[in-house]
């Protein structure tokens, strides 16, 4: 009877768990525009000139400033943290070294994603 009443018991607190829903895990592949520069004490500033990254899924990136390509290389992403609205991790751009990143369906995030530090906020492109 022990038994029994054990195994419903048990049954019960399994059928009234849930599972929680997975973040969704945004890519960084894809182009973004360079919109604000903001951090260190500054104000949010627009930039002046035309800055996209495009992040292609083998790995590599164009860096075009004004429609010129100016830089081309590998990243490595590594994720560091997901929630329901974000996904953040460490960005590794050849030639630019090691930064931190916040990315959403929308935005990302490039440098420090506190007041105290630069961050690059980009929009996504299409």
Same mark, same amino acid.
């Given at each position: ?8 018991? %048990?049954?019960?607190? !399994? ?8 973040? *969704? ?8 525009? %360079?919109? !604000?520069?903001?951090?260190?004490? =500054?104000?949010?500033? *627009? ?10 899924? @083998?790995? $590599? !990136?164009?860096?075009?400033? @004004? #429609? ?9 992403? &590594?994720?560091?943290?997901? $929630?329901?609205? #974000? ?8 030639? #630019?070294?090691?930064? &931190?990143?916040? =990315?959403?369906? @929308?935005? %990302?995030? %490039?440098?420090? $994603? ?10 996504? =492109? #299409?």
């Amino acid at each position: 009877m022990k038994k029994a009443l054990f195994f419903i018991a %048990l049954v019960a607190v !399994f059928a009234s768990c849930k599972k929680e829903k997975n973040a *969704p895990a945004y890519s960084i592949v894809g182009k973004w525009e %360079l919109r !604000f520069t903001t951090g260190g004490g =500054l104000a949010a500033a *627009p930039v002046a000139s035309v800055a996209i990254y495009e992040f292609k899924a @083998d790995s $590599t !990136f164009v860096q075009y400033i @004004d #429609n010129t390509v100016h830089a081309t290389g590998q990243y490595h992403t &590594s994720i560091t943290n997901r $929630t329901a609205a #974000n996904t953040y991790g460490r960005i590794e751009i050849s030639g #630019n070294g090691t930064d &931190s990143y916040k =990315l959403n369906k @929308d935005s %990302l995030v %490039l440098g420090v $994603t506190n007041a105290t530090g630069i961050s690059h906020i980009y929009v996504k =492109l #299409n």
